[in-house]
DNA sequence: CCCACTTTGTGCGTGCTTTCACAAGCGCGT
DNA sequence: ACGCGCTTGTGAAAGCACGCACAAAGTGGG
């Protein structure tokens, strides 16, 4: 390994608090509206569903932006926050797979709340090439590197079947693609530096099952927490 | 197959292994429609994407099922962990909510491998309720609690906009349903004993983002090990 | 100016997770 | 029967994550 240069400021924001960074924006843009313009981390943390303690350090890795004895004030941590995870600026996201889910997305207004643009659709089935979804016109997937070019495409979202993820997931990174969402239910296979999240249905019902089951067997006292489950 | 363990299961097995096991899971579906009969560590973790010291500490937690210098039977642990997940028994689900999102998982065919039924789908709006969606009737929500009652749900689904998913989800404790999958983004309030889940769009985007402006800032060396990337 | 009160930022103990490394166990060929 | 090669199962170590509890820092009233 080699050894790094001295960072005066070594800005390793830990992966668990990226996590919650995004819970936190958006409990804050609700404040926002609300016109609320400080808030306690006690209150912050019971909207967003956490520890308050655990929101302070949070917090506390994007640099100290509160202020004691009162809180925090919204506008400016939405700011910092949004910053923090480069939502000001501009992310053009491609979906691939323009059928019942591709479709769902597409249509889908509140994107992301803010900074992110949906610039293409990509299908592969010549019944869905070049009718319009959401005033996009579907592109067929050959075009997949001319479109990632032209319209900056940072950001690849699958939506096809598991079969073909893979494949698809080979041309976004060819291309140049290095963030990646996919909802096929594979696991992918990227290279070094490429980043690969997974929204998985059938895995998050497994789970669900799991807990459920646990807890008709032995429903005993304090079963449901051992389970982890919600409290509030 | 029926003979039940040898030794009292254990009870506690790792919140992190439980996640990790529908992807074992499917991985060993798709070795077993390959016709392959055993599989090592070595190999499923390459297919599931993990380190294999890692699954095999995970499927220790289940017992003992592998033979050493040969690896696991394939069949068998399908089973096992099916077994282990609740999957041999089924789980019927409500879905709420039949928009773009709702009609796109009501006519998910693969919905959960197996194990999961979808045995109702609700709506608050009158242009929906009445409407056939995946060869299901769209009931009212109203009838929310005589629907989960009659069709044995446990198993709700919430796919409403932000603002109807606190009531949605109220409702469904109130009837009952103790498992709970959350599509909207709010941050659920619920007693004790139920289990939420949430599949956060926007929140997968912006921990990509958060990657992705990371990498741009100051890409050197290790900088997307750093970051936690896939690494194959 | 001081004091009572509020709230942040964080040191620290605890428990969970991951990874390494290797002894023990199994099958096969001789 | 025996040894060799392969693979599991698991102790032990290191790394993370969480949450308590409290000093430090700020506010506001008198
Ligand atoms: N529908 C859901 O609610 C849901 C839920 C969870 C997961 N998923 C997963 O999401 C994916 C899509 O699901 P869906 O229901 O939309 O499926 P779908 O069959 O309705 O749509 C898939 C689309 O992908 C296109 N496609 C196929 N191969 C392609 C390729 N090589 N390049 C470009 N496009 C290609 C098809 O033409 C089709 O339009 C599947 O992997 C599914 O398992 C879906
Ligand atoms: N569409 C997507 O791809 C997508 C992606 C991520 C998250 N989401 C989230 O999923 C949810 C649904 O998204 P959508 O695009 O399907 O929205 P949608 O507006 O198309 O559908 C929402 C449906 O919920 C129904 N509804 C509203 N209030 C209800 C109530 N109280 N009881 C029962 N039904 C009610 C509406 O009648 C409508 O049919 C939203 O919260 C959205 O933020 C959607």
Redesign the interface.
Known sequence: ??S?PPRPRE??IP?AT??R???Y???LQALQDRGTATISSEDLAG???VNSAKLRKDLSHLGSYGTRGVGYEVEYLVYQISR????T?D?S?AIVGIG??G???A??G????R??RIAALLDADPEVVGRSVASLDVRHIDNLEEVVRDKGV??GVIATPAGSAQGVADRFVEAGV????NFA?V???????????K?????????????????AD?DGPGA?????????
């Open positions: 390994m080699i790094r800005r390793g992966e990226v996590a960074l995004p819970v924006l958006r409990a909207a967003a569903g923090e995870l480069g939502l600026q992310w996201v019942n889910l479709r769902a997305l249509n889908y509140g994107f992301g709340t900074g992110f940072s950001i290095t963030s990646i969402l239910p696991v992918l296979n990227v290279p070094d530096g490429v980043d690969v999240r929204v998985d249905l059938s895995i998050e019902l497994q789970i669900l099952a799991f807990h459920a089951q646990r807890r032995g449901a927490e051992r389970a982890g489950l919600e409290v509030t």
